[in-house]
């Protein structure tokens, strides 16, 4: 079974960007639709940002224009593209596959900070 290591996480403030990045331990190739999702302390996990194979995009409400997702179906990497971090984005960040009923299991994931 592919599993998912998340890195990239950190701490900035308001405004900034960080980048995540998505290993898989085998090929996400055959994988339909690939996810970023995220959890805040207290809350449910929800999702941020998916991506099909042939590389089709779709984001959340509270991110469009801010955040973007890309695939490398032959190097197996997930990566998010944060732009413009609000203090609302902390939590951690996890990778894996969509819909979240396909999700065997999670990973570590990354924890992201904004704050100033």
């Known amino acids: 079974q592919v599993q998912f290591v998340e890195s990239g996480g950190g701490y900035v403030q308001p405004g900034g960007a960080l980048r995540l990045s998505c290993t898989a331990s085998g090929s996400i190739s055959s994988i339909y639709r690939m996810a970023w999702y995220r959890q805040a302390p207290g809350q449910q996990r929800e999702l941020v940002a998916s991506i099909t194979r042939g590389s089709y995009t779709n984001y959340a409400d509270f991110v469009k224009g801010r955040f973007t997702i890309s695939r490398d179906n032959d190097k197996n990497t997930v990566n998010l593209q944060m732009n413009s971090l609000e203090p609302e984005d902390t939590a951690v960040y996890y990778c894996?596959?969509?819909?979240?009923?396909?999700?065997?299991?999670w990973g570590q994931g990354t924890q992201v900070t904004v704050s100033s």
């Open positions: 894996n596959r969509a819909p979240e009923v396909y999700v065997v299991s």
